[in-house]
T-cell receptor
Framework: DAGITQSPRHKVTETGTPVTLRCHQTENHRYMYWYRQDPGHGLRLIHYSYGVKDTDKGEVSDGYSVSRSKTEDFLLTLESATSSQTSVYFC?????????FGPGTRLTVL | DQQVKQNSPSLSVQEGRISILNCDYTNSMFDYFLWYKKYPAEGPTFLISISSIKDKNEDGRFTVFLNKSAKHLSLHIVPSQPGDSAVYFCAASASEGAQKLVFGQGTRLTINP
């Protein structure tokens, strides 16, 4: 276990509201990632970070932004949530050989 | 454009028999492959990996085979146990390591007693 926590674990919100998901790690890993998991799509990369204040887009980044002001924290923000962003969101960190995942956040946008 | 494909959404296997999960990829730049296991309401956990310089890697009951010419990898679980019932994801990377993984859609494995 890489000591990854995500908060909140569950959230229900309304269309148009801003939402921030938090990922916290205790392993001092340089790389951190945000994925979303949807039926039939597996895990898709939203954004990733390769260091403090260093981030880049993934496959499905539209409608999402991220920030990393400390090594241990990686925030995912939905500026104006839409129903298509209803999903399970996973944070991950990586060593050279593997990625370690947090427990996930289930987000429902009504 | 699905670069990593798991064409079987589900697989049912009898306890004690072999489970074979398959994964195909299209990007010839992929050089590192991983399998993850996921239980409901939990994050994926790493199972086993293989580098493109090998064609087989074994860890206990789990063996991964890589056929680079066919762009195909498979995960063998022998013998299958009830606790192996989960969703299995294959993932691939073109960065000689575990950064920027591309995942398949997943295969739900059910082990029947």
């Amino acid at each position: 276990d890489a000591g990854i926590t995500q908060s909140p674990r569950h959230k229900v919100t309304e269309t148009g509201t801003p939402v921030t998901l938090r990922c916290h790690q205790t392993e001092n890993h340089r790389y951190m990632y945000w994925y979303r998991q949807d039926p039939g799509h597996g895990l898709r990369l939203i954004h990733y970070s390769y260091g403090v204040k260093d981030t880049d887009k993934g496959e499905v980044s539209d409608g999402y932004s991220v920030s990393r002001s400390k090594t241990e924290d990686f925030l995912l923000t939905l500026e104006s949530a839409t129903s298509s962003q209803t999903s399970v969101y996973f944070c991950a960190t990586s060593t050279a050989d593997t990625q370690y995942f947090g427990p996930g956040t289930r987000l429902t946008v009504l | 454009d699905q670069q990593v494909k798991q064409n079987s959404p589900s697989l049912s296997v009898q306890e004690g028999r072999i489970s074979i999960l398959n994964c195909d990829y299209t990007n010839s730049m992929f050089d590192y492959f991983l399998w993850y296991k996921k239980y409901p309401a939990e994050g994926p956990t790493f199972l086993i990996s293989i580098s493109s310089i090998k064609d087989k890697n074994e860890d206990g009951r789990f063996t991964v085979f890589l056929n680079k010419s066919a762009k195909h990898l498979s995960l063998h679980i022998v013998p299958s146990q009830p606790g192996d019932s989960a969703v299995y994801f294959c993932a691939a990377s073109a960065s000689e390591g575990a950064q920027k993984l591309v995942f398949g859609q997943g295969t739900r494995l059910t082990i029947n007693p």
